[in-house]
């Protein structure tokens, strides 16, 4: 899907498509073809994840929020450092899931 995971934390599992930055600062259209990847990629988890159950025989669900826009990143940590993504786009795509 040309995809990325940048790290999950708790349930979330964040993925982020990598749409090179306008060093001009000027405001872009985000490109359809990687809203439709981000949706088709979000479908096919659910699907994937729709084929198991807990042990109590419940089906596992997945629920996708997708947001584009700006966002920022950095390499947090001292000790184990990782790479986090911040901002408002992220926010909101996580605020549609629930």
Known sequence: FGMYKY????????????FAANSSGSQQQYPEA?????V???????R?????????GKKME???GIDAG???????????????LYGDTLNTASGCCG
């Open 7 to 18: 790290q999950h934390i708790g349930n979330y599992y964040i993925v982020a498509c990598p």
């Open 34 to 38: 990687y809203t439709l990847q981000m």
């Open 40 to 46: 088709l990629l979000a479908h096919q988890m659910q």
């Open 48 to 56: 994937v994840v729709s084929a198991f159950s807990t042990p109590g």
């Open 62 to 64: 997945l629920r996708a």
């Open 70 to 84: 700006p966002a920022a990143g950095a390499v947090v940590g001292k000790v184990r450092r990782f790479y986090c």
